[in-house]
């Protein structure tokens, strides 16, 4: 059994500081962003009256800071366990956080001074053809502060892409594929490098590839005649999307992969099923994207079949890996459940059960009656809120705990129902309202479909309040958090 | 039962199943056990439902996929009544509103300005099909409408600030009696 907190792990008083913007940051984004959706989701059961406009703005805000911030706090879980293994530098660490707030600052004057509404896909034309209701710099400056935080990802994928070459000499070699199809696995080869690498190759492509149609944009914005093929930039679109949001989800598993085994008491190393999940993930997660573009009938054929497909198959690693190998660990173990525990175990279920809604959808018959409805962020809520939200909230409950069995405080055990409860009603509300036909991304919702939203909207306030709990425990224990060892 | 409901019962006891084994393994955590006793007997028993996983995925994909459910995109569907369908911020422009229950309709979609999805809604108000309307493309969606009555197109693709607005109708008649 490893220790609660390890030398390795200790942090310099900057690196602290850095870790600490980030938590802070990720927190304070995701509760004002909560109510922001709130907000939407209570206006359209005519609790509050929202004008679309205001709606829509609202909704491109929500979505591009959730997944920004998702993204974030991830990033910083790879960062903080990683760095045991690889040389990472504190500088880039610290350059894409502040290359995220820039692109904050400027996405959030875009939409909010300037009334940028075009959802946070950008999903070409629509930027640039709002028929009149925002201007072309609005668009611009939104997807300028798209580029600032890609740069930063990126900026932090090449500093652990060189550090993880420094020490693995290649990245296959760190995946460990030299052990796919025999000889003996080192099981000290850290389970972080697999999956940072996996990240790694998939989001700097995923998001070399957004970078690379916002530029595109950005010239179309201002150049009409340079037109582009709407199908190729959706496309792209979607392959940056998909990659970016699965990638967070990635990262914040590492969290699990590291933690989990110290409140069991187990190890949870490499093997041969865990290896193959992984190098069969790192494919899988950059050809499954044409599961988004199932009702793009011009698409090749081939690439729907192959999206309907992948879809299944990216289930499997999640399912029969890495949920498995968290029960399988944690069975009959002698199981310290705190906080960081539970939120750890939680995040498994959210992202297991979280996989099923999606993977139906992605069957192509399904998909024609169930594409742009509520389904679809029926699904995505319910891996976020109980699938990637309990990793990172984990890790930082961890990060401010001394002793594995430190006791938890009664807001927590207040707070972690309260949070289940709510986010299962939420996501499963919204699935509900799904299967029911409601159309997502609509400002006003026709009479039939409005009775979905009540109960969504009390369930949204506790997974909220609840949210505020772990927030406030996080950001007050941060200063007083344990820092064993000499930091390096 | 529709497809949505279909979807909506297995989602519910695939994820009631995978809720139940996380409870079971929560409340037997506590009495600790030798991990390599209980990984041979966890692993024996993945092996199984990996290959369970495997056979359901292979059946599923012959299911739905073995007649492809996309209707050919280079050639006419045979028999089928032809109409434009236009969508432009923030309206729709169908060449037809009048169909007939049993005869299939090929609805050729596309936009001339942003993206749109054209989403039919059932007289019951449920999504029976849906394509999306892409500047620069035309998609074609084949239907048959099986029950008469006054059907919705709703845009389900953001379209911008009065996206919610972008409704129109078609009525479908009774088919025909003795044959389409």
């Known amino acids: 059994m490893s220790a609660l907190h390890q030398p390795s792990e200790a942090l310099s008083r900057r690196e602290r500081i850095v870790l600490n913007l980030y938590a802070i940051t990720g927190l304070a984004v995701l509760v004002l962003m909560m109510l922001g959706g709130i907000a939407m989701r209570m206006s359209q059961g005519t609790w509050i009256e929202l004008p679309p406009d205001v709606f829509y703005q609202l909704m491109t805000a929500h979505g591009a800071a959730m997944v920004g911030i998702a993204g974030l706090t991830s990033s910083a879980v790879m960062w903080y366990f990683l760095r045991k293994y690889v040389s990472l530098s504190p500088g880039i660490f610290l350059a894409n956080y502040v290359l995220f707030m820039i692109g904050a600052v400027l996405i959030l004057g875009s939409i909010f001074v300037l009334k940028f509404g075009g959802g946070w896909t950008f999903l070409y034309p629509l930027p640039v053809k709002s028929n009149g209701m925002w201007s072309v710099h609005a668009a611009a400056g939104y997807m300028l502060g798209l580029v ?21 000499g290649n990245l296959g070699r760190a995946l460990g594929l030299q052990w796919l199809f025999g000889g003996d696995i080192d099981k000290s080869h850290p ?81 041969r099923p865990f290896l193959w999940a992984w190098a069969a993930s ?15 009938f011009v698409m090749p054929p081939w690439m729907l079949v192959m999206g309907q497909i992948i879809s299944y198959t990216s289930g499997l690693p999640v399912l029969a890996v890495t949920a498995y190998g968290a029960l399988t660990n944690v069975h009959r173990s002698g199981m310290r459940w705190s906080m960081p525990a539970k939120l750890l175990m939680l995040s498994m279920f959210g992202w297991a059960a979280g996989v099923i809604p999606a993977i139906i959808d992605g069957v192509i018959r399904v998909n024609s009656v169930m594409h742009n409805t509520l389904w679809v962020p029926g699904h995505f809520h319910f891996y976020l809120i109980l699938g990637l939200w309990p990793m990172l909230f984990g890790f930082m409950y961890h990060v401010i705990r001394a002793r594995a069995d430190e006791p938890d405080s009664a807001f927590d055990r207040l707070g972690f129902p ?46 909220v309040l609840a949210t505020v709990v772990f927030a406030v425990r996080i950001v007050s224990g941060l200063p007083k958090a344990p820092n064993v060892g000499t930091a390096h | 039962m529709t497809t949505q409901s279909l979807v909506w019962n297995i989602s519910l006891i695939a994820i009631a199943i995978i809720a139940v084994a996380f409870l079971y393994v929560a409340a037997r955590s506590g009495a600790a ?44 569907s045979a028999g089928a009544r032809v109409v434009d369908v236009v969508g432009k911020q923030w309206y729709w422009e169908l060449s037809a509103n009048q169909f007939t229950a049993g005869v299939p309709v090929e609805f050729r979609v596309t936009a001339n300005d942003v993206n749109h999805g054209f989403g039919i809604y059932d007289p019951n108000g449920r999504l029976v099909a849906q394509v999306q309307a892409m500047p620069g493309f035309t998609n074609r969606l084949v239907h048959t409408f099986t029950e008469a009555g006054k059907y919705r197109v709703l845009c389900l693709e953001y379209c911008g600030l009065v996206h919610h607005n972008m409704i129109t109708e078609f009525e479908v008649a009774a088919a025909r009696q003795g044959g389409k």
């Open chain 1, 418 to 463: 309260a949070y289940l409860v709510g986010g299962l009603i939420f996501a499963g509300m919204l699935l509900m309202a799904g299967q029911a036909s409601v159309a997502r991304r609509w400002a006003v919702h026709l009479p039939e479909w409005v009775p979905y939203a009540p109960a969504a909207s009390l369930a949204a306030i506790l997974v």
């Open chain 1, 191 to 271: 389970a972080t490098v697999v999956a940072s690498t996996m990240v790694i190759i998939a989001n700097g492509l995923g998001t070399l590839c957004g970078a690379v149609v916002l530029v595109l944009c950005l010239v179309n914005a201002y150049v009409p005649a340079f037109e582009l093929n709407a199908l190729l930039a959706k496309n792209m679109i979607y392959f940056f999307g998909h990659v970016f949001i699965n990638a967070s989800i990635y990262m914040g598993v590492i969290a699990v992969y590291e933690l989990l085994p110290r409140y069991s008491g187990r190890p949870w190393g490499v093997s």
């Open chain 1, 148 to 168: 600032s935080i890609g740069v930063g990802f990126l900026l932090f994928y090449l500093d652990a892409t060189l550090a993880i070459l420094r020490v693995y």
């Open chain 2, 33 to 76: 056990a030798q991990y390599e006793g209980v990984q041979k007997k966890a692993y024996g028993i993945r092996r199984w439902f990996f290959w369970a996983l495997v056979l359901l995925g292979v059946g599923t994909a012959y299911a739905t996929l073995a007649e492809f459910p996309i209707p050919d995109q280079r050639a006419p």
């Open chain 1, 282 to 296: 790192t494919i899988m997660v950059l050809i499954v994207y044409p599961h988004h573009l199932l009702m793009d």
